[in-house]
């Protein structure tokens, strides 16, 4: 369901994740394990939930089968939801575990917002994080960080102080023009 | 000079770069310092995140409320004839002004720059008439 400019939309995609060990004769059903993951398409989704499931659960990929793979799609992405993401990283000296808030309209878009902002203030790469849970706060008594928080207002308000003039498209662009650009908000 | 324009709830913006440049929209939501969630159901602009880079805001705001529906925040367009309005402001008319102007052939170009002259020429004999030659 693509809606508008794709180089404005999320590509990470959650998908729920199910996979248990080859069933044998001394175990003829065994325990189906279920993960939510983010990736960007199923076969990466796959390869992730292999990934924890080796370090959680004692099956590695050779030992196990993948039983069903399917996408979560978020119900309602007309709205803004303030999410709160716990994540664990490895830094260069140790593993860290964090809280952070970021607002968006989906859960797949702050999780992809949550990788960026990572990666630009801490150098966390995407491998080295691990998402422990994600929750949508839907009471703003439960946001924590006041950087969201103050987003979090019906009637919000306030001045674009310095606005960037930019040509519509590359092609209007041009090298020289005759005067300096105005950048107060009208 | 005029005051700042405010970022609220309910602002008619322009959309000036991306695919959807040259719509009107209307902010429903903010989403972070730097994006909003815009809408425009009857001017082609899908409810989306939009950064505030890609829009300029104009001086309508509609009664909308936060998260409104598409479908009431068409009726709010339609009701406060937010087209026409735009189409007659000093700003709306600039934008179509340089639309048209980026799209200009070659023949167009010269018969603007002969207009141009035309004009020009008519000014100078004005001024001579007020300011004579020293």
């Known amino acids: 369901m693509v809606k508008g400019d794709p180089t404005l939309l999320m590509k990470l995609r959650q998908y729920q994740v199910a996979g248990r060990k080859f069933p044998s004769d001394t175990d003829p059903n065994p325990v189906i394990y279920r993960m939510r993951i983010f990736a960007t398409d199923e076969i990466r989704a796959k390869s992730r939930f292999w990934y924890f499931t080796k370090r959680l659960n004692k099956i590695k990929t050779a030992h196990g089968e993948i039983v ?16 709160g993401i716990s994540i664990r990283y490895e830094t260069r000296n140790g593993i860290t575990n964090m809280y952070r808030e970021y607002r968006d309209t989906s859960l797949c878009g702050a999780v992809g917002r949550m990788y960026q902002d990572m990666a630009g203030r ?16 839907n009471v703003s008594s439960k946001v924590k960080r006041s950087n969201t928080a103050q987003f979090y207002n ?27 650009p105005l950048t107060r908000s009208h | 000079m005029a005051q700042a324009r405010f970022v609220e709830i309910g602002r008619v913006a322009y959309v000036n770069f991306g695919p959807e440049s040259g719509k009107l929209c209307v902010i429903v939501d903010v989403v972070d310092a730097k994006r909003a969630l815009v809408d425009g159901p009857t001017t082609g602009v899908t409810r989306q995140q939009m950064p505030f880079s890609r829009i300029s805001l104009t001086e309508f705001v509609l009664p909308v409320k936060r998260n409104q529906k598409s479908a009431n925040v068409a009726k709010c367009f339609d009701e406060h004839e937010i087209i026409k309005k735009w189409n007659a402001s000093h700003a709306g008319k600039h934008v179509a002004s340089a639309l048209r102007r980026a799209s200009l052939t070659d023949f167009e170009r010269f018969k603007l720059m002969v207009a141009q002259k035309k004009k020009s020429l008519l000014v100078k004999k004005e001024m001579k008439k007020i300011k004579p030659k020293h």
């Open chain 1, 122 to 137: 801490h150098r966390a790469r995407a491998e080295t994080i691990h998402i422990i849970s994600t929750t949508a706060l």
């Open chain 1, 154 to 180: 019906s009637k919000i308000r306030f001045p674009l102080l310095h606005e960037t003039v930019r040509a519509p498209c590359k092609s209007l662009r041009s090298v020289f023009v005759s005067g300096r």
């Open chain 1, 68 to 83: 069903s793979v399917e996408e979560i799609v978020e119900k309602n992405t007309d709205h803004v939801k303030t999410y």
